[in-house]
């Protein structure tokens, strides 16, 4: 059964750090794209990063870029997305995702298997 289990969100003041994982379970991981998107109240579901199967190549949303790493360990069979410099408008459900396909990899529609979400609250 495929399972994305995303963790490691919580409350943190503007200025500060999280770093959220992602676990993945049943399918190839290594062959997968991996993204991170969010979802904040009220507003559509966002491109936040993307990390290659291999993990040569990245690629985020201007609003996190410098400040936001995406990386992955397959051997784990996990990804990472470590959030720094984190400012109020960050908030939001952040959601990992995998996708095989697509070519952009930063649209909702091109990713196969979804998370069921980790609330990141970031206080002014």
């Known amino acids: 059964q495929v399972q994305l289990v995303e963790s490691g969100g919580g409350l943190v003041q503007a200025g500060g750090s999280l770093r959220l994982s992602c676990a993945a379970h049943g399918f190839t991981f290594s062959s997968y794209a991996m993204g991170w998107f969010r979802q904040a109240p009220g507003k559509e579901r966002e491109f936040v990063a993307v990390i290659s199967w291999s993990g040569a190549t990245t690629n985020y949303s201007d609003s996190v870029k410098g400040r936001f790493t995406i990386s992955r360990d397959n051997a784990k069979n996990a990804v990472f997305l470590q959030m720094n410099n984190l400012k109020p408008e960050d908030a939001a459900i952040y959601y990992c995702?995998?996708?095989?396909?697509?070519?952009?990899?930063?649209?909702?529609?091109?990713?196969?298997?979804w998370g069921q979400g980790t609330q990141v609250t970031v206080s002014s």
């Open positions: 995702a995998a996708t095989s396909k697509g070519s952009t990899w930063t649209r909702a529609s091109e990713y196969r298997y």
